[in-house]
């Protein structure tokens, strides 16, 4: 089976840093993905990182670290409409694609 | 502009009814899900379809059904067999259900069903 943990929920003010982590247990691994949800809306694909490292899409960041199972989100330069889920993805498989629970961030003035 | 059209938006059922939630991609591309959202929880796969005419059951498929007559349409029927299917439902594509899913997944805009 597959199982990924991520934090319920994380708060921060505006302009700062906040970094959002997910470790994974998966019986195969394609990559972790990143999706944004704002409430009642429709999740929107964020990153994805295949190979261990760094990606960097304007002032959101993605690190893998295969050998470890982890990834995180690094969000900068928070802005109040950053505020929304969070959910971290891996494709076990061929197929699917499997997702955490979701972190939700509120950002605060 | 290419998307996803879901339709309706809110739909009600009653007990012992079944209903079909539509899905409708003009993306070109081949693979569709269909995931399912409850209040504060991540999203659960109900079924996917990689190509037209074939589909799989994704984890929680018990008391749902679907079809892929074209490739752009993936309609998900909630039957009656579903105890609890108060829930938003949410259908996406890929271009591929193949392992690079670098492109991401694109979502609709979902429904919200609930049982009267």
């Known amino acids: 089976g597959q199982s990924l943990e991520q934090p319920s929920e994380v708060t921060a003010v505006e302009g700062a840093i906040v970094q959002i982590n997910c470790t994974y247990q998966t019986s195969g691994f394609y990559g972790l993905s990143w999706y944004q949800q704002h409430d009642g809306g429709a999740p929107t694909f964020l990153s994805y990182n295949a190979l261990d490292g760094l990606e960097e899409t304007g002032r959101f960041s993605s690190f893998l670290s295969r050998s470890d199972s982890y990834g995180y989100l690094l969000l900068q330069e928070l802005q109040m409409k950053d505020s929304a889920s969070y959910f971290c993805?891996?494709?076990?498989?061929?197929?699917?694609?499997?997702f955490g629970t979701g972190t939700r961030l509120l950002v605060s003035p | 502009d290419g998307g996803i059209t879901q339709s309706p938006k809110y739909l009600f059922r009653k007990e012992g009814q079944n209903v079909t939630l539509s899905c409708e991609q003009n993306l070109n591309h081949d693979a569709m899900y269909w995931y399912r959202q409850d209040p504060g929880q991540g999203l659960r796969l109900i079924y996917y379809?990689?190509?037209?005419?074939?589909?799989q059951k994704g984890d929680i498929a018990e008391g749902y059904s679907v079809s892929r007559e074209k490739k752009e349409s993936f309609p998900l029927t909630v039957t009656s067999a579903q105890k609890n299917p108060t829930a938003f439902y949410l259908c996406?594509?890929?271009?591929?259900?193949?392992?690079?899913?670098?492109?991401?997944?694109?979502f609709g805009s979902g429904t919200r069903l609930t049982v009267v």
């Open positions: 993805a891996v494709k076990p498989g061929f197929q699917k694609l499997v």
């Open positions: 996406a594509s890929s271009i591929s259900g193949g392992v690079d899913s670098g492109y991401g997944y694109t």
């Open positions: 379809s990689q190509i037209v005419n074939d589909f």
